[in-house]
């Protein structure tokens, strides 16, 4: 099982990043999928989560009104749509993945997710 983050990078604050996730897990929409991030000397910490079917999701409420969440199930893909961001954004970005029915609410603590990308550091500075 592999998941490839990719997406991260330099922006200013104010500006916008889009993070992706390909996922090599069969049965994708068996999966929740949550994004998690950890600033240096922090814990990781969730930011979002979608269930299997895409209907629901969770945001920190950091995050609320910024950054949007979205699977695309064909595609074995989530992505993490980051608007307004801030310096304390600043982390590295984990996608994680959690064996749960398709119609269930995500889950949002660490260790209940099974499946964890290598991360991608997004960094917001002027």
């Known amino acids: 099982v592999q998941l490839q983050a990719s997406g991260g990078g330099l922006v200013q604050p104010g500006g916008s990043l889009r993070l992706s996730c390909a996922a090599s897990?069969?049965?994708?929409?068996?999966?929740?999928m949550a994004w998690f991030r950890q600033a240096p000397g922090r814990e990781r910490n969730i930011v979002a989560a979608?269930?299997?079917?895409?209907?629901?999701?969770f945001y920190a409420d950091s995050v609320k009104g910024r950054f949007t969440i979205s699977r695309d199930n064909a595609k074995n893909a989530v992505y993490l749509q980051m608007n307004a961001l801030k310096p304390e954004d600043t982390a590295v970005y984990f996608c994680a993945a959690d064996l749960t029915p398709p119609t269930v609410r995500p889950r949002t603590r660490t260790s209940e997710y099974d499946y964890w990308g290598q991360g991608t550091l997004v960094t917001v500075s002027s």
């Open positions: 897990l069969r049965t994708f929409n068996s999966y929740s």
């Open positions: 979608i269930s299997g079917d895409g209907r629901s999701t």
